[in-house]
């Protein structure tokens, strides 16, 4: 596929492509008033598709019954976001709080979101095969 199997090339686009370092950003549009507008909504879609194959991998197969799709999305996700740690985060941040780099737990700074693009960035713009998380 040309530009993958999720189509982020129009919403992730290569900035950077030298042998040793690569950039990507979100692209924008403009709006009818001339200003530049990101790519938000589209990335968002485009992170949906992709939450059900990097948490699951191949080990549920390569598809979904479309009775299914919802119900699937929301497993996938549930499963990424049940980790303990993800849980302590969210309570940190939720009661105005911050997590320091030097923190001692390591796992309270997963960055299981940003693996998540990092999945998609890969497919697309890579071509690489898909794992998932959990296989």
């Known amino acids: ?4 199997p999720f189509g982020s090339k129009n919403v992730i686009e290569s900035k950077i492509s030298e042998d040793t370092l690569k950039s990507f950003l979100v692209g924008f549009d403009l709006d009818d008033d001339g200003a530049s507008k990101y ?5 968002v879609t485009k992170i949906t598709n992709v939450i059900h194959e990097f948490s699951f991998g191949f ?7 479309n009775t299914q799709t ?8 549930n ?5 303990d740690e993800f849980q302590k985060v969210r309570d940190i941040y939720q009661n105005n709080g911050h997590i320091d780099d030097e923190l001692d737990n ?21 071509n690489t095969r898909d794992y998932g998380v959990n296989s």
Not at 39 to 43: A, G, I, K, V
Not at 70 to 77: G, Q, R, S
Not at 106 to 118: A, N, P, Q, S, T
């Open 39 to 43: 790519r938000w909504s589209q990335l």
């Open 1 to 4: 596929m040309e530009n993958g």
């Open 106 to 126: 390591k796992y309270l700074r997963r960055g299981e979101f940003g693996e998540l693009i990092l999945h998609l960035i890969l497919r697309d713009h890579f």
């Open 70 to 77: 919802l119900e699937k999305i929301i497993e996938a996700a």
């Open 79 to 83: 499963s990424i976001y049940k980790i």
């Open 59 to 65: 080990h549920e197969g390569t598809s979904t019954e």
